[in-house]
């Protein structure tokens, strides 16, 4: 019969409802690992929703001078940690000149041969700044880069007004020079 009392614990039927790790339990004063579990999970899946959504944000600034010191930024984390990669691995390494303003700053490694790039996708706009038009290599033997050499960093559009500068010098030490109007 619906309705009717349980005559094993004295309650009606249908009174809880829900999972039991919700139920709440008369002086309980915490909350148990698996509501704090549950918790986290919704979290996580809110916030993996919304990323979406706010990268979309953050990509429509490109072209920006924000955008461009934003890219130098990471640009130059990725020299550093491509050197550190060269010098662990014991790998030699050329920074590939390009010509004018380019999108991308490119490397061959060597033993294997492959390239690698690091692309700023129309955030900035990278150009190569030496008096030596040659690849610049990299020797893990003495831990060296052979020229020294600087990349610049402009805003995408017709002035291309220059935001940064990583100087990387013959020792492979990496330093970033920010400009603000």
Not at 83 to 103: I, M
Request: charge should be positive.
């Amino acid at each position: 019969m619906r309705g009717s009392a349980d005559p094993e614990d004295g309650r009606e039927r249908g009174t809880r409802s829900g999972f039991p790790f919700f139920w709440v339990l008369s002086g309980r004063k915490g909350h148990s690992l698996a509501e704090l579990l549950a918790v986290l999970a919704m979290v996580a899946i809110l916030s993996a929703t919304v990323y979406p959504a706010v990268g979309g944000l953050l990509s429509s600034r490109a072209g920006t001078p924000q955008a461009a010191r934003a890219e130098a930024k990471r640009a130059a984390r990725w020299i550093e940690r491509t050197l550190q990669v060269a010098c662990l691995h014991r790998r030699a390494l050329n920074f590939k000149y390009l010509s004018g303003y380019r999108d991308r700053i490119m490397i061959l490694w060597f033993n294997p041969a492959e390239y690698d790039y690091y692309r700023t996708e129309g955030r900035c706009l990278v150009r190569y700044k030496s008096t030596s038009t040659q690849d610049r290599s990299y020797t893990p033997m003495w831990h060296t880069m052979t020229p020294a050499f600087t990349l610049s960093f402009h805003v995408p559009g017709p002035l291309k007004q220059k935001v940064a500068e990583i100087a990387v010098s013959g020792y492979c030490s990496v330093s970033l020079t920010e400009f603000f109007p």
